[in-house]
């Protein structure tokens, strides 16, 4: 088996400031191996898809499993989470819980990815899911924040739906992979949704994401083929036409006929 050598922390902080990362959500095999075909940098992914399998897919890429914001309670909880999806082949987690239950992480080693500007699991406390740093209050609560995640061992920060210059200037003043969803391109890596990318996203659309390919479309296709072909089966099996007598399997005429004269003697 040929043999990968996947980026560790340690290189991706070598490349802040060098040159744009690239990092997309992914949720099957499918789309997994197509990004490691296509050389994506890193892959966010649900942790339920880590395993062997994953990693035969996409040997390459820095994968970063999410730890979903209440789906755990306590930093034992996400600790013994953490450590499984690292031993399934992850290699950082994604942890937008508590400052004490990062550092917490961090004490044993475990990469952890945070989240600052728009946050969807609370998103109530910024006023929904819109742009976040619009004001200078709120652009200086983003730099505090990101400070406060960089003094508690996050190697890296997602950065979402925040003005261009406020990404920018905040990616400049600190050591963290500043990982951009709708943040420009002064960040360190630009992120995106496989569904978005592929336009297979039937719902709302983020003003960032950008479309390469109309899945939806081609999706609607194969429904509609295969709705046809069920019928088509359905309609043969009515008329007759199937099964023909190349899909049955056949017999020998004698042995038919003995087996034949055994029944008929057993109903006598």
Same mark, same amino acid.
């Given at each position: 088996m040929q043999k990968h050598n996947r980026p560790t922390v340690a290189?991706? &902080? $070598?490349?802040?400031?060098? @040159? *744009?990362? /690239?990092?997309?959500r992914v949720t099957t095999l499918e789309e997994a191996e197509a990004a490691e075909r296509a050389g994506i940098d890193m892959l966010s992914v649900p942790p339920a898809l880590l395993g062997p399998s994953f990693r035969e897919a996409a040997p390459s890429p820095f994968a970063i499993p999410g730890l979903e914001y209440g789906d755990y309670v306590s930093a034992e909880e996400y600790?013994?989470?953490?450590?499984? %999806? &690292?031993?399934?082949?992850?290699?950082?987690v994604y942890c937008a819980a508590s400052l004490a239950i990062i550092r917490r992480m961090r004490d044993e080693g475990i990469p952890v990815c945070s989240h600052v500007g728009l946050i969807p699991s609370?998103?109530?406390? /910024?006023?929904?899911? @819109? %742009?976040?740093?619009?004001?200078?209050? $709120?652009?200086?609560? =983003?730099? @505090? *924040? /990101?400070?406060?995640?960089?003094?508690?061992?996050?190697?890296a920060v997602e950065i979402e739906v925040v003005p261009g210059d406020v990404a920018a200037a905040i990616s400049q003043r600190t050591s963290m992979l500043m990982i951009s969803m709708g943040a420009g391109?002064?960040?360190?890596a630009q992120y995106l949704f496989a569904d978005d990318v592929l336009g297979s996203n039937r719902g709302h659309r983020p003003r960032h994401a950008k479309v +390469?390919?109309?899945? %939806?479309?081609e999706f609607d296709r194969l429904q509609n083929e295969r709705v046809a072909?069920?019928?088509?089966? %359905?309609?043969?099996?009515? $008329?007759g036409? +199937?099964?023909?007598?190349?899909? *049955?399997?056949? =017999?020998? @005429? *004698?042995e038919l006929e003995a087996f034949l004269h055994m029944i008929a003697e057993q109903t006598l």
């Open positions: 290189d991706l &902080l $070598s490349l802040k400031g060098k @040159r *744009q990362l /690239t990092m997309l600790m013994r989470e953490a450590f499984k %999806a &690292l031993k399934a082949g992850g290699d950082a609370k998103a109530t406390w /910024t006023g929904g899911f @819109r %742009a976040v740093g619009k004001t200078s209050i $709120s652009a200086f609560e =983003i730099w @505090r *924040q /990101t400070k406060a995640l960089e003094e508690a061992g996050a190697f391109t002064g960040c360190d +390469y390919r109309d899945f %939806a479309a072909a069920f019928a088509e089966f %359905a309609g043969d099996v009515r $008329s036409v +199937y099964p023909e007598k190349k899909h *049955q399997v056949g =017999i020998d @005429r *004698q």
